[in-house]
């Protein structure tokens, strides 16, 4: 199979179907599984999520490992290629096929079946071109095609599911069709490495992506208190100053129970998003009274009260607890009223520049509240964003534009005393 080949492709007019589908089960022995088109389980897929599984992995891991093993089965069902028989040029084409063609459109299931052209497009009035950084946060927008981390993501799901099958010795595969890189120029490894730095442990896939560096956002008080107000109900007055105030992923604070959130103490407890431990954090007294506002008008309309009931409830009937897509929608809509595209992920990142930015805080001490396994964790928010680098560097141009303007008085000739000077006009600035 190794020396197989495969026909050249068109990939400029390929379009991958949308047939199959993830299928949440809300069974904790198989939360997803990956069904083909005739809606029976993807046998392979299914072993290989299992043992993610066993590996006492987060509950939201299958979910995206599925995602992207149900992306890599349509493209092997459009083709007609069984999954033990994919050989390198297909994963050659699978992964140049991501990084050069558009995202399919999902259609919503309103319009599913119904002409193009009869679909009511929505009004992008004011709204930046996708990809293009928006004017408010300076964040590029979602663009069309898949982002690096995204395809990144997928070729290292992909070659440890090869992996995992090739260690199981499964069906008729001899290759893994997602190769690591490796480099024949030298007589070993890591020949031309600089001692004095780490090695990197996992080495890297032929077809993997470079995934630039992510700079964190930090939303400044000014903008923060705009898109607050911006905010329809006590319950996400509430949600948005925890978020601020802990620093918790905005999963994390969906996990709260009422009996979590102690007063007296000023703590609100969450299930750790790695680890899933039980972590109070210390939190800030306004967003205990936005809490106690939410729960009284809450109660009143009949929302379930229990020491081990959901904290976030949906603002209507039938009472559900909040998850995490109707949260982003809700910070969605209050990033409208702005022309904003910041995340939820964004109020993480601003409560960190805030505890950082106090020098009676340790850092070791941030580095509990976020749950971060290393203190290392923390460098990136050591340097400089966008926002400060054009701040200072504006503060920069004004101090010479002053200079030119006003400069200093020429020194004193020489022979008089600074002194009598000093007594006879002041001190003048130097």
């Known amino acids: 199979m190794s020396g197989e080949q495969r026909p050249g492709r068109d990939l400029k007019n390929f379009v991958l179907p949308e047939i ?3 299928l949440e089960t809300e069974d904790p022995w198989e939360p997803y599984r990956v069904l083909d088109p005739f809606g029976k389980p993807v046998e392979p897929a299914a072993l290989y999520l299992k043992d993610l599984m066993a590996a006492d992995c987060s509950p939201l891991t299958p979910r995206s490992y599925g995602m992207d093993l149900l992306r890599w089965w349509r493209f092997l069902w459009a083709l007609g290629i069984e999954w033990d028989r994919a050989v390198r040029e297909d994963a050659r084409d699978f992964m140049l096929w991501m990084k050069l063609a558009d995202k399919p459109v999902r259609v919503h299931w309103r319009h599913r079946g119904k002409d193009p052209a009869e679909i009511p497009r929505p009004a992008r009035s004011g709204r930046p071109a996708p990809g293009t950084p928006n004017p408010v946060t300076g964040k590029p927008s ?20 090869y992996d995992f099958h090739l260690d199981r010795n499964t069906g008729s595969l001899l290759v893994n069709p997602f190769p690591l890189v490796r480099n024949r120029s030298s007589a070993r490894a890591h020949a031309h490495h600089n001692p004095e730095k780490e090695h990197n442990k996992q080495r890297t896939g032929l077809y993997r992506p ?12 000014e903008k923060y208190t705009k898109v607050f107000a911006g905010l329809r109900s006590h319950r996400d007055r509430a949600l948005l100053a925890f978020w601020v105030a802990t620093g918790a992923r905005a999963e994390e604070l969906l996990t709260s129970k009422q009996g979590s959130a102690n007063v007296g103490e000023q703590t609100i407890g969450v299930i750790r998003k790695g680890t899933r431990d039980y972590q109070e954090l210390p939190s800030t007294r306004d967003a205990f009274v936005w809490l106690r ?5 809450a109660w009143k309309k009949g929302v379930p009260r229990g020491y081990r009931q959901p904290l976030w409830w949906t603002l ?10 109707a949260a982003r929608m809700m910070f969605n809509r209050a990033n409208e009223l702005l022309g904003a595209n910041w995340t939820l992920h964004d109020l993480r990142h601003t409560a960190t520049f805030l505890m950082l930015d106090d020098p009676n805080m340790p850092p070791v001490y941030v580095q509990h509240i976020l749950g971060h396994k290393y203190l290392s964790t923390l460098d990136i928010y050591n340097r400089p964003t966008g926002d400060d680098v054009i701040a200072a560097g504006l503060a920069h141009h004004a101090r010479q534009q002053r200079h030119r303007e006003n ?18 006009f002041g001190d003048q600035p130097s």
């Not at 506002?293 to 008008?297: F, K, V």
């Not at 209507?316 to 897509?325: C, F, I, K």
């Not at 008085?409 to 000077?421: E, I, K, M, R, V």
């Open 407 to 424: 400069p200093p008085p020429p020194p004193p000739a020489p022979g008089y005393n600074p002194d009598s000077l000093a007594n006879l």
């Open 20 to 22: 199959g589908q993830l």
């Open 142 to 161: 979602i663009g069309k095609k898949y982002a690096p981390s995204t395809r990144a993501h997928c070729e290292t799901v992909l070659r440890s599911f």
């Open 316 to 325: 209507r009937r039938p009472w559900r607890a909040l998850e995490y897509d």
């Open 210 to 221: 470079k995934v630039p560096k992510r700079i964190p956002r930090r939303i400044t008080d």
């Open 293 to 297: 506002l939410y729960q009284e008008e």
